[in-house]
């Protein structure tokens, strides 16, 4: 015991000077905790001096935590310069001196601050229909309208409106589609997404439902699973496009035009087992449209584009 205390002594007094040693931490000055408006380009970050600091480490991040998405830089003064912030985005930051050895002191309190510009819209879904029945449960295409300034979107689905059932998140680049290899049949599912725009991300899109078809289908009456299937051309026109569908036994088939919004704006009953209609549509305002054929056993959807 005599020859360990005296070493164990000595190891706490050199931590003890250590810990004396290190610079204490910058105190933040502006801009203050919770500012708003900040400038995506040239905002001055200000903090205290530390005695014995020769340079200062000044980071900010959208993570709390400064794990992720950090930027960090050195200077000589006790301040620093943002540049490249992303519009409408929580931004945290904090300071730290070094003395002339290079040892880092201690970290300040973060704070935050928000820069200023319009936030990331939420993207507006397309396809399925909202509380659409008889939908593939092998590869069905999930679309939604793009995003300006959308490099992904996030993709949530599940078997109930909580998403809780069966949840599957999923990401894609760029592209706004999204397609599901796997369903249950005859099941009701829930889907929504959301869209990001470098550390901006977007709320999610209003929830929509749809139901995949039963497993036990009259091939003979589905012509889904026949070739051809439904043909839109040209999908992006002036207001005049042409629907192709071949059936297997002639049908009494319902087409419909309907709105993004949900209004039904053109329908025509017809009873045939060859489709090739011509549709115009003047006087609707330029946008995004769905084409519904509905049949005994089936229901098909195509989207237009009608553009001026």
Do not use: H
Request: proline fraction near 5%.
């Amino acid at each position: 015991m005599r020859k360990i205390l005296p070493v164990f002594c000595l190891l706490f007094c050199f931590w003890i000077t250590e810990l004396a040693a290190q610079l204490p931490a910058p105190s933040l000055v502006s801009p203050g905790t919770f500012s708003n408006g900040i400038p995506l380009n040239g905002q001055i970050f200000d903090w205290s001096d530390v005695n014995g600091a020769v340079k200062y480490e000044f980071q900010y991040s959208t993570d709390f935590s400064f794990t992720t998405n950090v930027t960090s830089s050195f200077n000589t003064i006790s301040q620093d310069t943002a540049f490249n912030l992303q519009a409408a985005t929580q931004y945290f930051w904090q300071a730290r001196a070094f003395d002339a050895n290079d040892s880092a002191g201690a970290w300040s309190f973060a704070w935050v601050f928000n820069t200023t510009g319009n936030p990331i819209p939420a993207p507006t879904l397309l396809l399925p229909l909202n509380n659409d029945t008889g939908q593939v449960y092998t590869n069905l295409l999930l679309d939604w309208k793009d995003v300006p300034s959308a490099v992904a979107y996030e993709i949530w689905y599940a078997r109930d409106n909580n998403f809780n059932q069966g949840l599957v998140i999923d990401t894609v680049n760029t592209v706004s589609q999204y397609t599901i290899p796997n369903l249950w049949a005859n099941t009701i599912y829930f889907w929504k997404v959301s869209a990001t725009s470098g550390p901006s991300t977007s709320a999610f899109s209003s929830t929509w439902r749809f139901q995949t078809r039963d497993t036990v289908i009259n091939i003979a009456r589905d012509p889904a699973l026949n070739q051809p299937q439904l043909q839109l051309y040209p999908t992006l026109n002036q207001g005049v496009f042409t629907v192709e569908m071949n059936l297997n036994s002639p049908e009494n088939l319902s087409l419909k035009v309907i709105s993004i919004d949900g209004k039904e704006v053109w329908k025509k009953d017809i009873s045939t087992q060859t489709i090739r209609e011509k549709i115009s549509l003047s006087g609707l305002k330029a946008g995004v449209y769905f084409l519904v054929v509905e049949g005994e056993n089936f229901r098909r959807t195509g989207k237009v584009i009608i553009s001026f």
